[in-house]
């Protein structure tokens, strides 16, 4: 878990809390990817005058994903730059992205779920093997990158002829 001492926070004016966030972590469930070996996070907290905490830092680790052509694993590298704003109160702020809410009552703040969010919407979901992958049959889904497959390009239904040819002129 991240967790920034406010009490710290509130004696230094300024906090760092580095981690790891394991891959296997129940953070990181159902998420459509995994980490090879979990995302190491470097956060600096500080108090803002008004209040709110603002956490800014860096996350790196190497995903693990699918290709979008032919469904091959693909581990790409990532590092993602974060900037967080924590408020007591986020009445009216609900929909404000990277506004999240702490309580200035107690002892911490946990920065995992927020780092998670941010995470998320950094990693491409866009990834594939190689710029020249063929991807899958839509046909008999063999990968048309190992071998070709025996499917036979059916003809064209003729009500779809007209719409053909205006796309040929």
């Known amino acids: 878990m991240l967790r920034v001492d406010l009490g710290q926070?509130?004696?230094?004016?300024?906090?760092?809390?580095?981690?790891?966030?394991?891959?296997?972590?129940?953070?990181?469930?159902?998420?459509g990817f995994s980490w090879v070996e979990g995302l190491a996070v470097r956060l600096?907290?500080?108090?803002?005058?008004?209040?709110e905490v603002?956490?800014?830092?860096?996350?790196?680790?190497?995903?693990?994903?699918?290709c979008r052509?032919?469904?091959?694993?693909v581990e790409t590298p990532f590092h993602g730059e974060?900037?967080?704003?924590?408020?007591?109160?986020?009445?009216?702020?609900?929909?404000?992205g990277g506004v999240y809410a702490f309580e200035p009552e107690g002892s911490e703040l946990d920065a995992s779920e927020a780092v998670r969010e941010e995470t998320l919407l950094a990693v491409n979901p866009y990834v594939v093997?190689?710029?020249?992958?063929?991807?899958?049959?839509?046909?008999?889904?063999?990968?048309?990158?190992e071998a070709s497959c025996g499917c036979v390009?059916?003809?064209?239904?003729?009500?779809?002829?007209?719409?053909?040819?205006l796309k040929s002129e």
């Open 9 to 31: 926070l509130g004696r230094e004016g300024s906090v760092v809390t580095e981690g790891l966030l394991p891959g296997d972590d129940e953070l990181w469930k159902d998420i």
């Open 44 to 51: 600096r907290a500080t108090y803002a005058g008004t209040g």
């Open 54 to 66: 603002i956490v800014r830092g860096d996350a790196r680790g190497t995903v693990r994903q699918e």
């Open 69 to 73: 052509r032919c469904l091959d694993g």
């Open 82 to 96: 974060l900037t967080m704003v924590f408020v007591s109160d986020v009445a009216g702020d609900e929909d404000d």
């Open 129 to 145: 093997c190689n710029p020249e992958c063929k991807g899958i049959c839509p046909t008999c889904g063999a990968n048309l990158n």
């Open 153 to 165: 390009e059916e003809e064209i239904d003729p009500r779809w002829l007209a719409l053909r040819d």
